[in-house]
């Protein structure tokens, strides 16, 4: 273990008082220090994630398995190429190639962990910004 002396220009050593045994503690400046001060700005480790539904979770896994096997039916009966209408969204899905499950599941999970991440609060949208993804991954 190593020591580090405290540096009072460190923000984290900050606001540090040094008292000597013969000098009185300067309580006056201690306590403006801890109630007086403006705290500082929150950053990302500091911040609360947003709140997102009970459910939340379950309607991701929902509806990106309904959008996998609304793709991969239309495959079966579609040329490489076609566009692919997913029921509920306006924008089409068009890969430039036959597609495999395989590859439609990683880009699937990968969508999924991004989503955990970085929640989004309307859950309707999901189904279109799944589809975004894979035009934009796949495509």
């Known amino acids: 273990m190593r020591y580090e002396a405290p540096n ?11 008292i000597l045994p013969e000098d009185a503690p300067p309580y006056e400046f201690i306590y403006d220090a801890l ?9 990302q480790s500091t911040q ?12 991701l896994d929902r509806t990106t398995q309904e959008v996998t096997s609304c793709i991969m039916s239309a495959q079966k009966i579609m040329v490489a190429g076609d566009n ?6 306006e924008e089409t899905v068009c890969f430039g190639h036959k597609v495999t499950l395989a590859e439609i599941t990683r880009a699937r999970r990968q969508f999924i962990s991004y989503t955990k991440m970085h929640p ?3 859950a309707s949208k999901l189904m279109a910004l799944f ?6 991954t796949l495509g």
Do not use: A, H
Request: hydrophobic content about 30%; glycine content about 2%; proline content about 15%.
């Open 131 to 136: 589809v975004r993804y894979l035009n934009s």
């Open 84 to 89: 692919i209408k997913v029921p509920g969204v």
């Open 8 to 18: 009072s220009s460190n923000r984290w050593d900050s606001p540090m008082f040094t």
């Open 120 to 122: 989004v609060e309307d």
């Open 48 to 59: 609360t994630q947003p709140l997102s539904s009970t459910n939340f979770l379950f309607e």
């Open 35 to 43: 109630y007086l001060c403006k705290p500082p700005p929150p950053n």
